[in-house]
């Protein structure tokens, strides 16, 4: 294992800091059934952090215990050194934690513009009153943040819809507008629940260079849930591997690539 | 008159015309873009200090005079000034067409020996690395948007903003030479070198001097009378003469406003919001506008719908004639008036043509319904004919005098001859200087005397002294009877249907004519949604029985209209395919400018056109194609042969009776 203090360097040269999200020992059930068992990882500043395994191996439990969704049975998840509590959604969000949803939680109805700007909520301090009658604070902070909304529009490449109502968007966009809203939140982590998911080929490469390109610019840290493994092999600094709750790997994409447990449970053990 | 001629001194060259509009228009918009969802814009004055301390910079890095300089990325102002910086500091400015592979990169930047590179973007910054150990001369790269290139090795790569702040730091010590490689600049000077991209062989490198270049701005901008209160939208690739000529020396002689789009993707919006005075556009971007607008037009209330095609009606009776100052009669002039206000203005403000004064359209021909439309809104949409080796201008149409099926009258200063081949020739002051590294080509193209070859046969209407085009000389042929064969003819006939995208005709020193045909994916597309015609893919789509019998029925209508010319009768297509991909310039199929490169489709689907000669009903083709990103593919499919209807000549008719 690597020294939780001490700063590495990956193969492409980046510098992964110190540990910002450690889960320790988290055991999840519901009901009966047991969805974590015993789990323990951490996640570095400043790296991509793949979590996968195949179907109904718990990761998007897993996503749900980090953003604060779930609260474990038993276990702890520590942020930034300090032991976290059970807290509200909202209070996650405050503390620097965006995330994304596999079936796309965005407001069908509003255009990609408003949608973004709703992840700027927590950077707002105006009141209702001074809202409504666009008095004090309003102004200036509508124009910041719109100006931080136009930044990440055109990091993301969607000048073109952006007066467009996210309804009538093809799904693949749809993903690009959910990450948009999630970094207008400027995280620290930034949690993607199958960023790829019913992509094709070209959109999942679009989407790889976003998140490789937004890790790069922003210095954001990433953790993702993802079962395409080429994708992440490609894009992810470590990687660790769940089957049926447990976790069986946990390392470098080569190392897990060579992991033989890994290979069985997830890639499967070929019947003879 | 000392004024006038301090100025004269100063219009020799576009960097010390940016010096005289600095001081003339100081305050007024010399750019502007949209980033960031606002339109950021940039005065003359503010201009010159951008031009400037690029200009330093690229003095401080080493630039010397007769460099060439690659610039390579979409229309952005940074690009723009780095053409004029280039040429401050005596280098020559090489724009390169930003959709091009790496392989047709290394050949133009080893080709011209290009030192320096600036590029828009970490994309373009990759391929030319990629071809960078073919590349001997290049020693420095300048990039606009850092973004995705911070763990790039900087040694040899340089960031634009950096670079300009490299310059204002060396100023004191560099502006002596700056000032004096300036001051050096005259007629003579080569102001910019292009790349025409060639329907074959590799692309030349037309050198074009300040002489070509300013006298051809001022030339055109007299004809139309274009000065510092238009704008103009800068959308089409740099690389092409007519953005270096409209967007650069234009707007410099002139000092109109060059704004440049947001995104490719955002440009008809960004259109609309502009509203220029000076437009530009090959036919192709008309055609998509008028296919947006009917297609919505179908979804509209019906109230609307109606409106719409009543008046529309009552423009195409009378619009054109009242744009050329042609009689109409009162009670139309008043219903027109009306139409203005209740359909034209709305319908010309949503497509962004609300200001235009000037609009021009050529590289293909138009489609004269097409044309029609447009004019019959009151939109003074003309067409010129002209070529890189001219500095864009041969002939253009005056006011007043537009019709759809010429190319207009001798641009100013432009002397035309048709030789016994029916060639055209031109001499004017826009005469290229040479191909780069070319004497050979030179001396085919251009005769001691000036005249250039344009490759294309035509003739001078005698009424009208308008020029007509009829095909690409090389292109016309002989059919095996002895009939004249001119593909243009009826591949244009035809690609006014706004289901064909494209269409090769094949005849010459055949005994009859096949055709190849491309769908339009837009308006086929739209046309199947309509109908709840489920397809999965291009391929799909262009084999449907449905769509092949509504092409058919174009092909015969296009057959009757043929028919009817005595000359190109024997042009009529008695067999078609519908191809099962689209013509693409990744794969060699066209040019950069979506041209159709005739003998390498001949070549390469040879197995089709066989069985088009032969009697069977289908064929198996396997093609290659080529994705954006340079990885190959294949597609297969049995593609079916289709009969013409035929008509019977003029001739045969009248042989009959």
């Known amino acids: ?272 | 008159m000392a004024e006038v001629r301090a100025n004269a001194g100063r219009e020799m060259s576009l960097p010390t015309l940016l010096q005289r509009n600095a001081e003339r228009y100081g305050d007024r918009p010399a750019y502007r873009e949209k980033e960031y969802g606002i339109w950021q814009s940039w005065t003359w004055a503010e201009t010159e200090k951008e031009v400037e301390a690029l200009a330093l910079g690229l003095l401080d890095l080493g630039l010397k005079p007769g460099d060439y300089v690659a610039v390579i990325g979409r229309n952005r102002p940074y690009l723009y000034w780095s053409m004029v910086a280039v040429q401050a500091v005596g280098g020559v400015p090489v724009p390169l067409y930003q959709d091009a592979v790496a392989e047709e990169m290394a050949y133009v930047l080893a080709n011209c020996g290009a030192r320096f590179v600036i590029a828009g973007d970490q994309e373009q910054v990759d391929k030319v690395l990629e071809v960078q150990e073919q590349l001997t001369a290049l020693e420095q790269m300048i990039y606009l948007d850092p973004r995705g290139m911070r763990k790039y090795d900087h040694g040899q790569l340089h960031s634009f903003k950096a670079l300009q702040a490299q310059g204002r730091k060396a100023a004191l010590a560099l502006a002596d030479e700056l000032n004096a490689r300036r001051a050096a600049l005259d007629y003579a000077s080569t102001c910019v070198m292009l790349y025409t991209s060639g329907t074959t062989g590799k692309p030349k490198g037309v050198v074009l001097s300040n002489r070509n270049v300013i006298e051809t701005a001022r030339n055109s901008a007299q004809f139309d009378q274009l000065s510092s209160d238009d704008s103009i939208l800068s959308y089409l690739p740099m690389a092409w003469v007519g953005d270096f000529i409209f967007s650069v020396a234009q707007a410099y002689w002139c000092g109109f406003c060059t704004n440049c789009p947001e995104s490719p993707e955002t440009m008809m919006t960004d259109l609309r919001e502009i509203g220029p005075t000076y437009f530009f556009a090959p036919p192709r971007v008309f055609e998509g506008q008028l296919t947006s607008v009917m297609i919505r037009m179908e979804d509209a209330g019906s109230l609307k719908r109606r409106m719409f095609h009543h008046f529309l009606a009552h423009a195409k009776k009378v619009g054109g004639r009242i744009l050329d100052g042609k009689p109409v009669g009162l009670l139309d002039r008043l219903k027109y008036v009306l139409g203005n206000v209740l359909v034209y203005e709305p319908l010309k403000d949503t497509l962004g043509y609300g200001r235009i004064r000037v609009g021009y359209t050529a590289g293909e021909a138009i489609g004269p319904e097409i044309f029609d439309f447009y004019r019959s809104l009151g939109i003074n949409l003309k067409q010129l004919y002209g070529q890189t080796e001219a500095t864009v201008f041969i002939t253009q149409q005056p006011d007043g005098e537009v019709r759809a099926d010429t190319v207009g009258v001798p641009s100013p200063n432009v002397e035309l001859k048709i030789d016994e081949t029916g060639e055209i020739f031109y001499r004017s002051p826009g005469v290229f200087v040479e191909y780069f590294k070319n004497p050979e080509s030179t001396m085919k193209t251009k005769d001691k005397d000036g005249w250039v070859a344009t490759g294309d046969a035509g003739f001078i209407e005698a009424a009208s002294g308008h020029l007509r085009i009829i095909d690409r000389a090389k292109d016309v042929g002989k059919m095996a009877n002895g009939a004249m064969f001119a593909p243009k003819f009826v591949e244009n006939k035809l690609k006014f249907y706004p289901d064909i995208l494209e269409v090769v005709l094949f005849g010459n020193g055949r005994d009859r004519c096949v055709a190849f045909i491309n769908i339009d994916l837009t308006a086929v597309g739209n046309w199947a949604e309509r109908n709840n015609i489920a397809y999965a893919s291009y391929q799909e789509l262009a084999g449907h029985p449905e769509v092949l019998k509504s092409i058919a029925s174009h092909v015969g209508e296009v057959n009757r209209s043929v028919a009817e010319d005595e000359m190109l009768s024997g042009c009529q297509v008695h067999r078609f395919v519908v191809l099962h991909k689209e013509l693409d310039a990744d794969d060699g199929e066209m040019t950069r400018t979506r041209k159709v490169r005739r003998a390498f489709v001949e070549e390469k689907y040879q197995d089709i056109l066989a069985a088009l000669y032969a009697s069977e009903s289908r064929v198996f083709a396997r093609t290659e194609v080529t994705y954006e990103d340079g990885r190959k593919g294949e597609v297969s499919a049995t593609l079916e042969i289709l009969d013409a209807e035929i008509s019977a000549s003029v001739k045969q008719l009248e042989a009959a009776e």
């Open chain 1, 1 to 272: 294992m690597l020294d939780q203090s001490v700063e590495f360097v990956t193969a492409d040269g980046r510098t992964i800091g110190g540990v910002v999200m450690e889960m320790k020992h988290i055991t999840l059930r519901f009901g009966g059934v047991e969805a974590i068992k015993d789990i323990s990882f951490d996640i570095r500043e400043g790296e991509i952090r793949a979590i996968i395994g195949p179907n109904g191996a718990g990761k998007s439990s897993m996503l749900n215990v980090m953003s604060g969704f779930y609260v474990p049975q038993e276990g702890e998840v520590w942020f930034h050194g300090k032991k976290r509590k059970p807290m509200r959604p909202y209070e996650v969000a405050r503390q620097g934690i965006a995330r994304t949803f596999q079936n796309i939680a965005l407001f069908q109805g509003m255009s990609v513009l408003d949608n973004v700007m709703t992840g700027r909520l927590n950077h707002m301090s105006a009141n209702l009153f001074q809202q409504a009658f666009w008095k004090g604070r309003a102004e200036a902070e509508e124009v910041e943040n719109r100006e931080k909304v136009e930044q990440i529009i055109d990091f993301l490449e969607i000048q073109a819809i952006r007066k467009t109502p996210v309804a009538r968007l093809p799904y693949g966009l749809k993903k690009r507008v959910e990450l948009a809203r999630a970094l207008a939140a400027e995280p620290k982590l930034l949690l993607l629940d199958e960023p790829m998911a019913g992509m094709n080929v070209e959109e999942k490469e679009d989407m790889s260079r976003f998140i490789l390109d937004v890790n790069d610019e922003f210095g954001t840290t990433i953790a993702l849930i993802e079962h395409d493994m080429g994708v992440v092999m490609d894009l992810s600094d470590r990687v660790v591997v769940m089957d049926y709750g447990k976790k069986i790997g946990d390392g470098t994409p080569d190392e897990v690539r060579s992991n033989q447990q890994v290979i069985d449970a997830y890639l499967g053990v070929a019947h003879d």
